[in-house]
């Protein structure tokens, strides 16, 4: 059964941390590239950032420079380092790994910054 767990959330001022982690099971996970997502009410769901198979890193221009995505194929986990977080930065984030054609997602965890 393929499992994606999402945590590190939470309530946090601006310019304050967080560190996300996405923990895998029931995939070879070093075969996925590997996504972040984060969605707020009434909107579209966002691309944030993501990791490929090779370690390449990608990021939204909203969160370059502030986020930091990375991937640890021995523990089948993927982070995501929030630093500086921003009120615009709140929202649901989610995990996706996608090898091929299959693709997964997890339940996602919350991120509010807020003073």
């Known amino acids: 059964q393929v499992q994606l767990v999402e945590s590190g959330g939470g309530f946090v001022q601006p310019g304050g941390s967080l560190r996300l982690s996405c923990a895998t099971r029931g995939i070879v996970f070093d075969r996925y590239n590997m996504d972040w997502y984060r969605q707020v009410p009434g909107r579209q769901r966002e691309w944030v950032a993501g990791?490929?198979?090779?370690?390449?890193?990608n990021y939204a221009d909203s969160v370059r420079g502030r986020f930091t995505v990375s991937r640890d194929n021995a523990e089948n986990i993927m982070y995501l380092q929030m630093n500086n977080l921003k009120p615009e930065d709140t929202g649901d984030y989610s995990c996706?790994?996608?090898?091929?054609?299959?693709?997964?997602w997890g339940q996602g965890t919350q991120v509010t910054v807020s003073s």
């Open positions: 996706n790994a996608v090898f091929q054609n299959n693709n997964y």
């Open positions: 990791i490929s198979v090779g370690k390449d890193t």
